[in-house]
């Protein structure tokens, strides 16, 4: 029985209702919406410091944009997390910092957001163990070599609430194949939302996908974040206005 995660109280679980069209058919002469990207790319001006941040530490660390992405080369036989839109990198740096075992790459194109995780993993020292692609990820998971990544983070990606942008969100189909590709067979992905409808989109979207099982038991697996879960900047703000998120934790059979 698959559990219900707009049932945040104890109880049984029941039957998903209600799930969102996992993504769109590929158009015939565009590229698909999935393999685009509709977010900004910088906001505020960048500090000095921030603008430093990128001159001097971001070259060390970007991922090259074309060849072969020897990630052993990189890191050993580390184990490989990635976070695909890290927004600021709170959680990518609380995970270098608290788990020194792994290498983790950070995938986010608002550039204030990787100048802000850089100024984390400096401050931490965990520049050793991560690498950055300052751009969206769709490119990069189509390089990442089979089955190298242990675990992946994707957390409140856009919602994208509109019906007629829903084919916009990066959880469908075609990204989930990509992530299926890249992430080791018992890899774990996680995911968060804040958003009801992209909840149940998400649920929809991975419960149809073969490669991903839900590891879910009842409602504190959805509604409770593990302690090796930090919250982000994005749910400290949806907690402020008053808005409870839903974490999900799928494994790659
Ligand atoms: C709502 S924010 C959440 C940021 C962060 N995960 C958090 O929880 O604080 C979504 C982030 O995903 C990024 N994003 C959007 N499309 C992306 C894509 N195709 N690849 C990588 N990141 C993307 C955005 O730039 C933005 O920083």
Not at 53 to 61: G, H, I
Not at 137 to 145: K, T, Y
Not at 173 to 179: T, V
Not at 189 to 199: I, M, P
């Amino acid at each position: 029985m698959t559990p219900d995660p707009t049932n945040r109280t104890e109880g049984p679980p029941s039957p998903v209702g209600g799930a969102g069209d996992p993504g769109p058919a590929a158009g015939a002469n565009r590229r698909p919406a999935a393999d685009r990207w509709y977010g900004r790319g910088q906001g505020r001006p960048l500090r000095p410091r921030q603008q430093a941040l990128l001159d001097e530490v971001l070259p060390a660390l970007a991922l090259p944009q074309t060849g072969p992405l020897l990630l052993s080369d990189r890191f050993g036989d580390r184990p490989v997390w990635l976070e695909i839109g890290c927004g600021g990198g709170e959680h990518a740096a609380w995970q270098l910092a608290h788990t020194p075992d792994i290498a983790l790459i950070a995938c986010e194109p608002f550039v204030n957001g990787i100048a802000s995780l850089l100024g984390h993993a400096v401050a931490d020292g965990t520049t050793d163990r991560l690498a950055v692609w300052p751009a969206p990820a769709q490119p990069l998971l189509e390089r990442i070599p089979d089955a190298s990544i242990d675990r992946a983070f994707v957390l409140f990606p856009d919602p994208w609430p509109k019906q007629r942008h829903h084919k916009r969100r990066f959880v469908q189909a075609r990204n989930l194949d990509r992530l299926a590709r890249v992430l080791r067979p018992g890899a774990e992905l996680r995911l968060a939302t804040d958003h009801t409808d992209y909840l149940e989109w998400m649920l929809a979207a991975l419960l149809a996908h073969p490669a991903f099982q839900w590891t879910a038991r009842g409602p504190s697996d959805w509604t409770q974040r593990p302690s090796d879960w930090p919250a982000t900047r994005y749910e400290q703000k949806a907690a402020r206005d008053g808005i409870v998120s839903s974490y999900l934790r799928f494994l790659r059979v």
